[in-house]
């Protein structure tokens, strides 16, 4: 059997978050005044998105992803291209590229859970290199978003269901398998793997990685 290294990707891998990507969108609307609108809601909700998130990242999801209700799949897909060059790719770790050159070294086959929605991502995992990713999806009905996520929505336990599933599927070993996550709500991630690490971690992720002996990185 072969083994996998799994990788959380915002606050781990890059140093943005689901937030910076719903700004980004939210500042090109097609119309200067849905942009200066869309782009005041969201910043007046980054108080509550910081308290659901910490409270709990389903119900963290479900708040940020209706904002994107209404807007047009072909447009979200024009934009993931320039989210990509202005966003994403100027904000990845400086160390992160190194680890996914190691881990690809040891035989690892490399794979990304992220709670980010894949129109946003899919060009960045072509440029990490990474073998498989699975990432949330937005719901469109004719052609326009509905504000609601299609099942599975990867959060918390949820990455460590699709984990496991994903380890039978392919005949994957996790008791040989790593994990790599930066938050505490990510814990059920790490638990299902023989060699949990932690990146750039939280506080109480921090103080849990010490209390097991885990590794702890710093990819900044």
């Known amino acids: 059997m072969v083994a996998a290294a799994f990788y959380d990707l915002e606050g781990t891998l890059i140093s943005t978050n689901l937030v910076h990507a719903l700004y980004f969108f939210s500042k090109n609307q097609q119309g200067l005044w849905q942009s200066v609108v869309k782009t005041a809601n969201t910043i007046f909700n980054v108080p509550a998105f910081f308290v659901a998130d910490q409270y709990n990242r389903r119900v963290f999801n479900d708040m940020l992803f209706k904002h994107y209700k209404g ?11 320039e989210i990509f ?9 400086p ?14 086959r490399q794979v990304i859970v992220t709670g980010a929605v894949d129109i946003m991502v899919r060009k960045l995992m072509d440029y990490l290199k990474v073998d498989d990713y699975v990432a949330n999806r937005l719901e469109f009905v004719n052609g326009r978003a509905t504000g609601r996520l299609l099942p599975p929505i990867l959060a918390s336990a949820t990455k460590a269901s699709w984990i496991r599933t994903y ?11 790593y994990a790599y996550t930066d938050s505490m709500s990510d814990l059920p991630m790490l638990s299902v793997v023989g060699h949990p690490a932690v990146v750039n971690p939280d506080r109480r992720l921090r103080v849990t990685a010490l209390h097991h002996d885990w590794p702890i990185l710093d990819l900044k």
Do not use: H, M, T, W
């Not at 380890?167 to 398998?177: C, M």
């Open 71 to 81: 807007e047009s799949e072909d447009r979200l897909r024009y934009l993931s291209e």
């Open 85 to 93: 060059e202005d966003v994403l790719k100027p904000n990845i770790f």
């Open 167 to 177: 380890a039978e599927r392919e005949a994957i070993n996790l008791n040989d398998s």
């Open 95 to 108: 160390g992160a590229p190194e680890l996914l050159a190691k881990s690809r070294s040891l035989g690892l």
